[in-house]
Each structure stands twice: as C-alpha cells, then as structure tokens.
C-alpha cells in the first residue's frame, strides 16, 4: 500500500511540475520546421505579437491607393464615359488587321484618333474593338464603309460581309445607373453584415470586419487606379463578390478566436492576444487553401475567356476576383484579428486577466502545491461529480519531502 501511495504522489508531482513548466514556456513560440508549422497550427507563427508591423505596412498600402486615386483617378470603361463602340472580326480577305491600320483609317474617315483600339481573343475568333467618342449615325455608316473597303472582315459563313461589322451606342447614365444600385446593394450589404456579427460574435468583432472590408476596397479600388485596370460595371458587380469572400475568412478566423478565449478570465495559462495568436495559427492554412481553391478557377476564367474566346466582360470580373481574394486573405490574418485584439485589450477585463498572467508567469518557482490548487480550480465543477451524483476523489495533492523514512 505504501508503494502504491509513494508511485501516486511521485506521478501526480510530476504532472503538476510537467504544468508548471509548460506554462512557464507557453511564452515561447514552439520550434519546428515552417511547413509543420504551417499545416499544425502550432502557434510558431507570432502575428499578433508583430501587430505593429502589419499595421504598419496596412497604413502604406491604404497611404499609396488612397494617393493614386486622388491623383491619377480611374480609368473608366465606355459604359461609365459613353461613346460608341465598333468592332469586327480581325481575319478579312485583305489579311489580319492590325491596331495600327484600323487607326489610321479610323482617323482619315473621322478626323481624329480613336480613344482605344484594341484586340481582343486569338487565333481565329480573335476580334478588332474600336472605342471613341459619341459619334453621329452619318459618321458611323462612313467608317463601316471605309472598315469594310479596307478590310473585308468575313462573316459566318466565310464570305466577306458587311454585316459582320457591329456598332453600338452607349449612354453614360447607363454606367451611373448600375453604380449606384450598386452602391446600394454595398450598403445593405453592410448593414447586414454589422447586425450578423454584432449579435453571433460581439462589437468589437463587427468593427474589426468592417475596417477590414473597407481595407480590401480601398486596396483593390487603389490597385485599379495604380495599374490603370479598366473600370468596368463588371468590375463593380466583382467588388461585391470578393467582400463576401473577405468576410467569410474573417469570420473563420473569428470564430476559432471565440473557441480559444472562452472563459479566458477563467485561466492563466495564456493571454488574450496569445489565445488570439494561436487561433489564426490554427486557421492559417484552412484560409491559404480556401484561396489558392478559389484563385484556380479564376484564372481558368481569365485563360479560357479572354485569351481564347476573347470577352471582355469576364476579364474584368475574373480580374477584380483575383486580385480581391490576394487582399481579402491578407486582411483577415494579418489585419482583422491583430485589430480586434487591440480593441479588446483597451478594455479593463482584458486588462486585469493580462496582468494576471503575466504576475503568474513571474512567480512560476512557487511550490508545487500552489500549481496543483490552480489547476484543480480551473476544473470545470462538473468533472468534480460523478455520474450517480457521487462525488470524484480530488487529486491528490503531493507531500513535501519530510525528511523521514515512511514505513
């Protein structure tokens, strides 16, 4: 019986030591390789500690989009400006058409150079694009004629064909149009947003999201302006797309947050912002698949639709859509979490228990008995009762070395 006592105090002192030191170390970020890392969810990966850093680079990049908008604008497409639009297939009986022919002839029938000209898909179905100026129906019938004479552009069944040349007149109120419900559909968008987050998380997780999509539109907005991207109505309805993306991580993320600081105040084994840090290395790689998953269909989009069958709509959305989902799943870690963490840590709850674990950590050489008394507290009251309503033996709390020989 003896010997059976001495194991049991001698297991259950190693345990509380085993604790003692592991919260002791819970500071420390493990040591593996960066893949085991990534794929674990080991918490290696400090991002909350660095926080400042990424509000640091966040604030450059909002700094450089903001300053490009302001100062070189956009470039809006036809259906935002007005105009007309010709456009006809680029293989004729005269050869292929060039961009430098079609404006040359443009410029002798009109008077003046076109806005744009463009080729638009390859090989056979690859078609020429004329963009201008509102231009009158006597001008419009001149320059058909003159594209025809000059090119001969062939129609379905083969044979050169008049027919095969298109125009079309776009009212700028048309572009405005689709804007603005677009914009409204933004703002519900948003709202709905807040009242989901605000009542399945809490405020500060609803403030945090919300910079966090207004991050991604400023830097995709910024990027458009910096690059010179077409700004297209389909670029609007893909700003959309992309803002439920970028929610949808965050909120992955937010949620493992929850899990982790339930009942942190509870607890001195982490803080807060540690408990934080290791919910977005827990979901880091869930966030990382979900974009290279939706990033691949993107760019089949962009490779089967635009360089083989040349439409111009889907470029624009599948442009806005990749470049969305790169700044969506860079906001959600490295911004919407390192945010909430700091708005939580202004509060005085967040506060006391931080200091509490830090003390903790301080005084980790206290006695074993003091680790082991913590660590029977933090049990939840219900693993104290079996069952039947019987209550469990508590663990046995182990002796100090008396100096004496037990017998």
């Excluded at 009212?171 to 709905?192: H, R, Y």
């Amino acid at each position: 019986m003896t010997e059976n006592t001495n194991e049991l105090d001698t297991a259950v002192g190693t345990d509380v030591e085993s604790a003692a030191i592991e919260e002791a170390g819970s500071a420390e970020m493990p040591h593996h390789g960066f893949f085991t890392r990534l794929y674990t969810g080991t918490g290696a990966f400090d991002i909350i500690g660095k926080r400042k850093l990424w509000f640091a680079i966040t604030a450059l990049i909002v700094a450089i989009a903001a300053a490009s908008i302001l100062l070189r604008g956009f470039t809006f497409g036809i259906d935002f400006q007005g105009g007309t639009k010709v456009s006809f297939p680029r293989a004729g009986a005269t050869g292929e058409a060039s961009v430098s022919q079609v404006q040359e002839t443009f410029t002798q029938v009109i008077g003046k150079a076109p806005e744009a000209v463009v080729v638009v898909g390859n090989g056979a179905g690859a078609t020429v694009q004329i963009r201008s100026e509102t231009l009158t129906n006597e001008q419009t019938n001149k320059l058909r004629e003159a594209l025809f004479a000059k090119f001969q552009p062939e129609g379905n069944d083969g044979k050169p064909s008049k027919q095969a040349i298109s125009d079309s007149a776009v009212s700028e109120t048309w572009g405005g149009q689709i804007t603005k419900k677009a914009l409204i559909a933004l703002v519900v968008f948003l709202v709905l947003v807040t009242i989901y987050i605000t009542i399945r998380y809490e405020k500060f997780m609803a403030i945090a999201a919300l910079l966090s999509l207004g991050l991604d539109m400023i830097t995709v907005a910024g990027i458009y302006s910096l690059v010179g991207f077409e700004v297209t109505p389909a670029t609007v309805i893909g700003l959309l797309t992309i803002l439920g993306f970028s929610l949808y991580d965050t909120v992955i993320v937010f949620d493992k947050v929850e899990e982790n600081t339930h009942g942190f105040e509870h607890t001195t084994r982490r803080t807060f912002a540690e408990q934080a840090n290791l919910a977005i290395n827990q979901t880091i790689m869930r966030s990382i698949n979900t974009s290279l998953i939706s990033i691949m269909p993107i760019l089949s989009l962009m490779v089967v639709a635009v360089w083989l069958l040349g439409v111009g709509t889907l470029k624009d959305l599948a442009l806005v859509q990749l470049v969305g989902v790169i700044v969506g799943t860079y906001s959600s870690i490295f911004f919407a979490t390192p945010l909430l963490v700091s708005l939580r840590e202004r509060t005085e709850k967040v506060r006391t228990h931080t200091r509490r674990v830090l003390n903790r950590r301080k005084g980790i050489a206290a006695p074993a008995e003091a680790a082991a008394d913590e660590a029977l507290a933090e049990e939840p009251a219900a693993a104290l009762a079996a069952p039947g309503g019987e209550s469990v033996a508590r663990p046995v709390r182990p002796r100090r070395p008396s100096g004496k020989h037990e017998r």
